[in-house]
């Protein structure tokens, strides 16, 4: 059964993603010239799927695109355009992928079960956190706490539209970009971002 609803959502995915692009989730924001956030990305950190504590400095130098995941979403089919950013642009870009069930229940229950679908199905080999929230709430993970508040990252106060919403840290810990979930993680947008 789930092999039947992954390989019909793979079929729908390109018609998902090319309608939600014109909605909410085609959404493109970009940081102002001058950022005043109080603090940087590089002073969190994230817990991997396997428990390990990963602090975020250890990317200083690296742009990060943080993605809130789901395994049976009509957007799950950007793992394999994710994971071909990473490989195109690796010595310049971390992804690491944050799954989440916040919207719709989408996501497997299951970390272990998470890391196994992701490398079978799409062949992921970039990071992947610890199943969490990313909504704004009392259980939002601390990393979409900084992605979402102005306060903490200088500018952005937009949280998640869906899932495989994207967030953009530069070299510097800065966050410079969101993507919403229709944008293709091989689209201009992202490309131009990663690279300048």
């Known amino acids: 059964m789930a092999s039947i609803r992954q390989g019909l959502l793979r079929l729908l995915y390109p018609l998902i993603r090319v309608l939600g692009k014109s909605g909410r989730n085609g959404t493109v924001l970009q940081a102002p010239v001058e950022q005043t956030g109080a603090a940087s990305a590089h002073d ?3 817990v991997l799927n396997n428990g390990r504590q990963v602090p975020l400095r250890d990317f200083a130098g690296r742009k990060l695109l943080l993605v809130n995941t789901a395994s049976d979403c009509g957007y799950t089919g950007q793992y394999a355009a994710l994971q071909k950013l990473q490989n195109r642009y690796q010595e310049i870009l971390t992804v690491i992928a944050f799954p989440s069930n916040d919207f719709k229940e989408q996501e497997k229950a299951d970390d272990a079960e998470i890391a196994q679908f992701c490398r079978i199905n799409y ?41 495989f919403s994207k967030y953009l840290i530069d070299e510097q810990g800065r966050l410079t970009h969101y993507f919403g979930p229709s944008v293709s993680p091989l689209g201009k947008e992202i490309i131009e971002a990663v690279t300048t």
């Open 44 to 46: 969190l950190e994230i």
């Open 123 to 163: 062949g992921v080999g970039f990071p992947i956190a610890m199943k969490a929230s990313v909504i704004p709430g009392d259980s939002q993970d601390p990393v979409f706490v900084w992605l979402t508040q102005a306060a903490k990252n200088g500018w952005n106060g937009h949280a998640p539209d869906w899932n």
